[in-house]
């Protein structure tokens, strides 16, 4: 974990991510389906930090090549996210067969996404100023 470090004796790709994500207002957390759950290598990344998700929204993308899009990932990194201080927004983007919802060059394919995405980002946005005010008066 970051923080069993001294400080300045972080790997460089752990400390560039400590930075970012301190310095971010919230996150959107992008997930395919790993055996019904999220995958190693997500979960890895998200337990080397801690303090510095505490009081930040994030939303949840998940995505499959399938019908199901990926919501049974939603749970369990709805219970990880919560955990750790970075409540999700209510609102998800489930996006199913990816393939043929957006193409190898993130250009959009199915353009039901554009009012699904807007109403999630607006949403997103509502909850990263609320949250982000709440913050600077504890400061």
């Given at each position: 974990m970051f923080i069993e470090y001294s400080t300045g004796e972080a790997p460089e790709v752990l400390q560039w991510a400590h930075d970012a994500l301190s310095s971010s207002d919230g996150f959107i957390l992008v997930s395919g389906e790993y055996n019904h759950s999220i995958p190693p290598a997500l979960k890895n990344v998200i337990d080397h930090y801690q303090k510095e998700y505490h009081y930040k929204p994030s939303a949840l993308v998940t995505y499959s090549?399938?019908?199901?899009?990926?919501?049974?990932?939603?749970?369990?990194?709805?219970?990880?996210?919560?955990?750790?201080?970075?409540?999700?927004?209510?609102t998800t983007l489930?996006?199913?067969?990816?393939?043929?919802?957006?193409?190898?060059?993130?250009?959009?394919?199915?353009?039901?996404?554009e009012r699904r995405t807007e109403r999630f980002l607006t949403e997103f946005d509502w909850y990263l100023e609320a949250f982000k005010e709440q913050r600077g008066k504890s400061s």
């Open positions: 090549a399938g019908p199901f899009a990926g919501v049974r990932v939603m749970p369990h990194l709805r219970a990880i996210i919560g955990e750790l201080g970075m409540p999700s927004i209510p489930p996006i199913s067969r990816i393939k043929d919802a957006i193409d190898e060059n993130g250009v959009l394919l199915d353009t039901a996404y």
